[in-house]
């Protein structure tokens, strides 16, 4: 009934299952990926059939974790999965970005690629299953793919590198690095390091590109026996080349003519007027004028990419390695807590941090269980950045990994909760857009932080590497425009500080590079990441020594971990009426970590007086001010520390003889005290006769202490009077 493959392999100390055959048998490629106790089923299929006038290859990526994946029932009301989680977006992207290059240049028949968890184990990755599961359905589908693809992830940790290391592992990994490629090079790169050198980086690709050659071939043998029949793909016939060569000689003078134009709208309104003129001659010329517009973009590529492989200027005049102008500014906006605008030629990114409490954490209900997470970054793509009208709404998988990549560069240089106790969000406003404005993203986050307070290890910032290359010959362009970036063939972003690399992501537009030009990439980056940090300088050098007047005001104390139930009351209930009577937030952890948040002196000082008043402990012989809370005949209850009560005896209330406990004090007066004694049961015995009533002040030695009845002054005691 069913044409059962199997391959299996260890990987890594794990062994790596891949099957097809017995699920999905409709799809067009369908293999059940198992590394350890992750099982990840990942599936492709293709649309044979064109649509008319498509003139782009529209693949889709989707990976999906389902909860039963970890025996949990989703929460909310519907109780099943809703839309992608920002972790699925981003996987989806991680899968696409390496898959995308390998198809055939021309190919628009529509294809589809699922990758569903169906078991996590809490220890191997399901994502590297399931890009490794996505490129062997691929494989063995029959649609045109160039593959198969490997990816593997990479840890650093003792000065030793470590393949696909345990959800463990990574907790003490200094390095997070995803790489995936072909058995001739790597393809795409995605990590966040801790101020790693660009060696380290480098050996860790390399490192990980060799770690998953075994996969390829266990790939490459499950294919040679279950792989479909490939499609067959229609060549270019004569009319398209007739039609290519009539174009080159119509546009070619225009379009390098309308490339020298430096200013982004001016060079697009002429480059659409070229455009337009090239579909009037061919139809003039009788020749199809649709079939023409993805020729003339060819033609647009092979214009910028042979000027500067044979000229070494690029389309602003810029040399390979020249950053555009940049003016960094701090302090814009009133009011907010931190604030940035970096510009760096005709990209410019408007940056705000705002400062919130421990309350303003994000809860994550991730496969691996409940996280919080206390800095936030979100990333902003308005379509007037690019002079566009265009929908405005909830952010897309650009946005989200856009942001994500800014996330990763500025992380490592984050504070300790414990150093700085707050949650910290950044908000990246693309206000314009030509090239790398992920790369912005960074920079003017670093100003905004510092602009704000928060005190970073160091300023961080981040560059944008292109590349052209044809045969071998090649060209490695630092700080790419948009234009570079998209007839180019790499997209090589590269952030960190004066002392490592903390984020790298690479996207390979070919079949792959070569370590030596990833090694020239990294070391360019690194001179034009220097030259950023200094030009950012100029608008700030440290991290403001004060938090924004705006932003709220974080005390930090520990109590003892026997004490937090009394803080927190029954059903929280004293925890609340200290929010109430001081109108601060309260935070309490489980080690005994109080945080109290506020926006004046005034409220922490109620809260902490409050809180101290509930643990601290009586001290014998010390004085305190407290409240008649109760009077009886045998004396006063005061409250004089936090909640808690002491019994003034009625002979303590004053000097000489009290008649009733009334006749001194009433029920809310204010009085002072001195703890004179322990009961057995540990009740707190006050006395008021022994303290001046007026300044506080002790005068035991004056009163002297009461004798025992019948008894008389001990020597050298004054009288009771």
Known sequence: ?????????EWAGRQLILETGKIARQADGAVMVTYGETVVLCTAVGDRTLKAGQDFFPLTVNYQEKTYAVG??????????????????????????????????????????????????????????????????????GIPFFGPVGAARVGFKDGALILNPTLSQMKESDLDLVVAGTSEGVLMVESEASELSEEVMLDAVTFGHSGFKPVLEAIIDLAEHAAKEPWSLPEENTEIQTLRQKIDDIGRASIAEAYHEKQKQIRYEKLKNVRETIAEQLIALELDAVAAQPLIK??????????????????????????????????????????????????????????????????????????????????????????????????????????KLAWRAI??????????????????????????S???????????????????????????????????????????????????DMDFKVAGTTHGVTALQMDIKITSITPEIMKQALEQARVGRMHILGEMARAITETRSTVSAYAPRITTIKIPREKIRDVIGSGGKVIREIVEYSGAKIDIDDDGTVTVASTSEEQTYKALDRISGIVADPELGKIYEGRVVKTAEFGAFVNFLGTRDGLVHISELARGRVGRTTDVVKEGDMVKVKIVGFDDRGKVKLSMRVVDQVTGEDITVLVGEKPARGGTPREGEAPIV
Do not use: W
């Not at 807590?337 to 990114?349: K, N």
């Open 298 to 403: 060819d033609l647009e590529a092979n214009v910028v990419r042979t000027s500067i492989l044979e000229t070494g200027k690029r389309i602003d005049g810029r040399d390979l390695v020249t950053v555009r102008p940049i003016t960094p500014e701090v302090g814009l906006l009133p009011r907010v807590h931190g604030s940035a605008l970096f510009t760096r030629g005709e990209t410019q990114a408007l940056v705000v941090t705002t400062l919130g409490t421990p309350q303003d954490e994000q809860i994550i209900d991730a496969l691996e269980g409940e996280c919080r997470t206390n800095f936030l970054l979100h990333y902003n793509f308005p379509p007037f950045s690019v002079g566009e009208c265009g929908r405005v709404g909830s952010p897309g998988r650009r946005e989200i990994g856009h942001g």
């Open 1 to 9: 009934m069913f044409n059962y493959y199997r391959k299996e392999i």
């Open 72 to 141: 949990k029932i989703p929460g909310g009301f519907f109780k099943r999965e809703g839309r992608p989680s920002e972790h699925e977006t981003l996987v989806s992207r991680l899968i696409d970005r390496p898959l995308r290059p390998l198809f055939p240049e021309g190919f628009y028949n529509e294809v589809q690629v699922t990758a569903t968890v169906l078991t996590h184990d809490m220890e191997n990755d399901p994502g590297i299953a399931a890009l490794v599961g996505c490129s062997a359905a691929l494989t063995l589908s």
């Open 411 to 436: 992380h490592p240089l984050m504070p300790d909760r414990k150093e700085f106790p707050y949650t910290v969000r950044v908000v990246s406003e693309i206000t314009e857009s030509n090239g790398s």
């Open 438 to 488: 992920s790369m912005a993203s960074v920079c003017g986050g670093s100003l905004s932080l510092m602009d704000a307070g928060v005190p970073l290890k160091r300023p961080v910032a981040g560059i944008a590497m292109g590349l052209i290359k044809e045969g071998e010959k090649f060209a490695i362009l630092s700080d790419i425009l948009g234009d570079e970036d998209h007839l180019g």
